[in-house]
Nanobody, 121 residues
Framework: QVQLVESGGGLVQPGGSLRLSCAAS????????MGWYRQAPGKQRELVAT???????NYADSVKGRFTISTDSAKNTVYLQMNSLKPEDTAVYYC???????????????WGQGTQVTVSS
């Protein structure tokens, strides 16, 4: 089973930048899409960005124009470049890998352990 390990989180001031990395133990092309999600205290986990194995990207409205998701297939790694960070971006960020398993759209999902991002002055 593939394992996902996130890194790159930390404390940053408003307006600053961070780059999150998600290293997979096996080829990410085994999956139909890779994604980043986040969960703030007291809130449900929400989608941040996804990228399919064909390179199609999708972003939450709240991060469009500020965040960029990308992959490095040679390193089996997914990145999330976060610019112009705001206090409301504070959350635990999780990496995910998704494979569609049947025509009804059921999925097989793998999650990382999460990395904390705190935006504060």
């Amino acid at each position: 089973q593939v394992q996902l390990v996130e890194s790159g989180g930390g404390l940053v001031q408003p307006g600053g930048s961070l780059r999150l990395s998600c290293a997979a133990s096996r080829s990410i092309f085994r999956f139909d899409r890779m994604g980043w999600y986040r969960q703030a205290p007291g809130k449900q986990r929400e989608l941040v960005a996804t990228i399919t194995n064909e390179g199609s990207r999708n972003y939450a409205d709240s991060v469009k124009g500020r965040f960029t998701i990308s992959t490095d297939s040679a390193k089996n790694t997914v990145y999330l470049q976060m610019n112009s960070l705001k206090p409301e971006d504070t959350a635990v960020y999780y990496c995910s890998a998704t494979r569609v398993v049947n025509v009804e759209g059921a999925t097989y999902d793998v999650w990382g352990q999460g990395t904390q991002v705190t935006v504060s002055s």
